[in-house]
């Protein structure tokens, strides 16, 4: 069993910066990877960004060069930096940790860029 635990989440100005953390606990050696999904009002869940523990790290398209996903050597906690946020990017965040034998999600924190 893997636990997830979000926190950063909140409201933020177009063109402003908030900071994702998710820490893992539990059977942390069955992660092969953390990483982040995000899901607005109506639409479904898509991948923001992951990294792996052989380090690969994958970005949805639309957020290149203004995410970035980080973590810790022992693949426990995962940040995500998110810089010049638009109004689009507003959804519930979710950490997921890929897992052997299963996934895990956290349980979500919202963000909203609005002015």
């Known amino acids: 069993q893997v636990q997830l635990v979000e926190s950063g989440g909140g409201l933020v100005q177009p063109g402003g910066s908030l900071r994702l953390s998710c820490a893992a606990s539990?059977?942390?050696?069955?992660?092969?990877?953390l990483g982040w999904y995000r899901q607005a009002p109506g639409k479904e869940r898509e991948l923001v960004a992951r990294i792996a523990r052989a380090g690969y790290i994958d970005y949805a398209d639309s957020v290149k060069g203004r995410f970035t996903i980080s973590r810790d050597n022992a693949l426990s906690t995962v940040y995500l930096q998110m810089n010049s946020l638009e109004p689009e990017d507003t959804a519930v965040y979710y950490c997921?940790?890929?897992?052997?034998?299963?996934?895990?999600w956290g349980q979500g924190t919202q963000v909203t860029v609005s002015s």
């Open positions: 539990g059977s942390i050696f069955s992660i092969r990877a």
């Open positions: 997921n940790a890929q897992a052997f034998p299963n996934d895990y």
